[in-house]
């Protein structure tokens, strides 16, 4: 079974250019999260879909930075325009939530962005 | 003062050795408890949860202490596979799945 899909996994960038990463979620699988990670530090959550709402979006900096899942499976994060901190690894991950406990959620391989 | 706190390590063990982590959460009202493993330049991946009465899975042993807002992590028998980042992880309630991550915890296990 194919696993959490990302793209691209590594993009360098100047500051002020826009950029987007793209996630593929495991098939059938209802809740997408994008995390931010930084160098040393565990990843943080950005947004939260359930299906194509964002249920959670409260640690977004919605300035810059944009999401959608428009169909209810892929997504697309943006940031425009990038700035120097911006520069981390960019993790998509997704669940299937059935309204139970803990669903464990699976981790893409991360699009590890550099803003020069 | 972050809500997860760990040891960032590194740890440094021969093979062989038994190691164990710690991570202290500050939310009482946390529900449920992870550890996940990152290797370097990779995602994390569940490694097991944990459970107030303690759990093993191999060589593997975590154990939850609500009182003093505590977990453990012990590893025994180390490998040199075991070499990684653990991540201590928090869920604040049961409505959502919002995993709140510590910063990690670097084991290196040398021959």
């Known amino acids: 079974e194919a696993g959490v899909v990302q793209s691209?996994?590594?993009k360098i960038i100047e500051k002020k250019q826009p950029v987007a990463?793209?996630?593929?979620p495991i098939s059938?699988?209802?809740t997408l999260y994008w995390y931010l990670q930084n160098l040393g530090q565990g990843p943080e959550l950005l947004i939260r879909y359930e299906n194509e709402e964002a249920v959670d979006d409260s640690q977004l900096p919605k300035d810059r930075f944009s999401a959608e899942r428009l169909k209810g499976v892929d997504s697309t994060l943006k940031i425009q325009p990038a700035?120097?901190?911006?520069?981390?690894?960019?993790?998509?991950a997704s669940s299937f939530s059935g309204g139970g406990p803990y669903?464990?959620?699976?981790?893409?391989?991360g699009t590890r962005l550099t803003v020069l | 003062r972050k809500e997860v706190e760990q040891?960032?390590?590194p740890f440094n063990v021969p093979e062989g050795a038994t190691v164990a982590f710690n991570c202290t959460y500050s939310n009482s009202a946390s529900q449920s408890f992870f550890w996940y493993r990152q290797d370097c330049r990779k995602e994390p991946k569940l490694l097991m949860s944990v459970y107030s009465s303690g759990n093993e899975d191999g060589r593997f042993t975590a154990q939850l202490n609500r009182a003093s807002q505590y977990i453990s992590l012990l590893i025994r028998d180390s490998k040199l596979s075991d070499s990684a980042t653990y991540l201590c992880v928090v869920i604040r309630s049961y409505n959502t799945d919002k995993l709140i991550?510590?910063?990690g915890t670097r084991l290196q296990v040398f021959p």
Not at chain 1, 103 to 109: D, L, R, S, V
């Open chain 2, 101 to 103: 991550f510590g910063t």
């Open chain 1, 21 to 24: 990463f793209w996630c593929n």
């Open chain 1, 103 to 109: 669903n464990e959620q699976f981790f893409g391989p």
């Open chain 2, 7 to 9: 040891d960032p390590g």
């Open chain 1, 28 to 30: 059938g699988h209802n």
């Open chain 1, 83 to 92: 700035e120097l901190g911006d520069s981390a690894v960019y993790l998509c």
């Open chain 1, 8 to 10: 691209p996994r590594y």
